[in-house]
């Protein structure tokens, strides 16, 4: 990659990268000179040239009459993306706050088969943080049946080395009542219901800012919202079932 190329990603244009370039090569020289050097018209020089001082890229001064210009320390570069990084750093909480204030449009993906859903179940886990934890109804669905063997081991072990816990409500089947016998291993509650009661194939996963349908009747497919005030709505009604149980 050329020098142009290199100024370019360091937010220079490509016109004041060479205008750079070429003070910088000629070491002193009026704006004629400049021009001639760098390939591009006078008059685009002239208008160049204040924004690079004001930059403190280049320098000027006055010799036999004449405005040279001259780059009195390429350190000046660095100095720049410093400021700028600094500026940015101070911004960063303002700019926090008002995304806190002003909520994202609500989301909608949708995942469908094998693929789908390992895409789904990884993006999940890639989405949490260690305490984070997550809530769960769960239908007559047996999860080691649906899944890839490998994948239904490694997926609720993951997300326990993760630190990662979840709360389930699901109907009282064996598959579930063995599942609950590695609650603790799995960083996991589980309370059970009657059967009648989740009598659904799928379930549903809420998790930060995030609520998932998910059916496995056919095909593995789910939807997933990512909305706070709907994920706030449903959890809402998650914390009420679990404390009535």
């Known amino acids: 990659m050329n020098m142009i190329k290199k100024l370019q990603e360091l937010d220079f244009s490509e016109k004041e990268a060479k205008v750079y370039m070429a003070v910088l090569e000629l070491g002193q020289a009026h704006a004629g000179e400049i ?23 280049i320098m000027k001064s006055h010799v036999k009459g004449k405005t040279v210009f001259f780059v009195e320390n390429i350190k ?8 700028k990084r600094v500026k940015l750093e101070n911004l ?3 700019l926090q706050a008002l995304q ?26 890639s989405k949490t943080k260690p305490g984070d934890e997550m809530y769960e109804y769960f239908g007559t669905v047996d999860f080691e049946k649906v899944f890839p063997q490998e994948f239904a081991e490694y997926y609720p072990k993951e997300r326990a080395k993760r630190k990662v816990s ?15 016998e590695k609650d603790k291993e799995a960083l996991r509650e589980m309370k059970l219901v009657p059967v009648e009661s989740l009598s659904f194939s799928g379930n549903v996963q809420m998790y930060k800012n995030h609520v998932a349908f998910i059916s496995y009747k056919e095909n593995f497919m789910s939807v997933v919202i990512e909305s706070k005030e709907i994920y706030q709505m449903q959890k809402c009604t998650f914390d009420m079932l679990w404390s009535l149980l």
């Open 35 to 57: 021009a001639q050097k760098a390939g591009i018209k006078r008059t685009t020089v002239y208008n160049l040239l204040p924004d690079l001082l004001k930059k403190g890229f």
């Open 76 to 83: 000046n570069l660095q100095n720049s993306l410093d400021q």
């Open 92 to 94: 960063m909480p303002e």
């Open 100 to 125: 806190n204030i002003f909520p994202h449009k609500t989301s909608v993906k949708y995942y469908e088969g094998e693929g789908g859903m390992r895409e789904f179940y990884l993006g999940l886990l």
């Open 166 to 180: 979840m709360k389930l409500i699901g109907p009282d089947i064996p598959y579930l009542r063995t599942w609950r």
